[in-house]
């Protein structure tokens, strides 16, 4: 079982659209959030961390649920320009400052 | 903003060929990683370093080596290279200090085994 799950998707949209992704991560010691931005055959690019209090960038809400070791990420208004893979990812600072990934969860925001 | 920067950018080789890929982290981070990134798979962790030495080891091959020199670049030494090594190679630097400590990502080294 990987540490952190998410669904693959695609989730297939249209503009404007509101979407949701969650994660979850099997290691309660994890201490550091982040979704990750993904374009084809590009490198992850941080789209944002993820905080207990929840944080929000523009149209993008992210939410970090530690009693149930899950993390979402709200896109609302969606662009066409929002089509990519997102990774969630988790970070253990004291297992050598270690990261995992889930596998990604692709979107296709359509006209 | 300094960036990871990562050479070469794509790199063809024929099967049992040597490969070595650079990576420059960012300044001043202390940790440097090394992933595989297959066609539609998460990027899949290798190595890392912390402050030049071995600090973790994931799924690397034996025939794959790498290390951390004094100027904190870091080196991917891959030996007789197998057609599925074709992969992007990510490094990325991160330090343990800073206030966020997220991961940056180089541009990545796009390998083609023959």
């Known amino acids: 079982r990987k540490e952190v799950e998410q669904d693959p998707g695609p989730f297939n949209v249209p503009e404007g659209a509101t979407v949701a992704f969650n994660c979850t991560y099997s290691n309660s010691a994890s201490q550091s959030f982040f979704w990750y931005r993904q374009d084809c055959r590009k490198e992850p690019k941080l789209l944002m961390s993820?905080?207990?209090s929840g944080n929000e960038d523009g149209r993008f809400t992210a939410q970090l649920n530690r009693a149930s070791q899950y993390i979402s990420l709200l896109i609302r208004d969606s662009k066409l320009s929002d089509s990519a893979t997102y990774l969630c990812v988790v970070n253990r600072l004291y297992n050598f400052n270690k990261f995992y990934f889930g596998s990604g969860t692709k979107l296709n925001v359509k006209p | 903003a300094a960036g990871v920067i990562q050479s070469p950018r794509h790199l063809i080789k024929e099967k049992r060929e040597t490969a070595t890929l650079k990576c420059y982290p960012i300044p001043r981070h202390d940790t440097v990683y090394w992933y595989q990134q297959g066609p539609g798979q998460d990027p899949q962790f290798l190595i890392s370093f912390y402050e030049k030495m071995q600090s973790d080891k994931g799924s690397i091959p034996d025939r794959f080596s790498a290390q951390q020199f004094s100027d904190y670049h870091s080196e991917l030494n891959m030996s007789s290279l197998e057609l599925g090594d074709s992969a992007l190679y990510f490094c990325?630097?991160?330090?343990?200090?800073?206030?966020?400590?997220?991961?940056?990502f180089g541009e990545g080294s796009r390998l083609t085994v023959l």
């Open positions: 990325a630097s991160s330090s343990r200090v800073a206030n966020t400590g997220e991961l940056f």
């Open positions: 993820v905080y207990s």
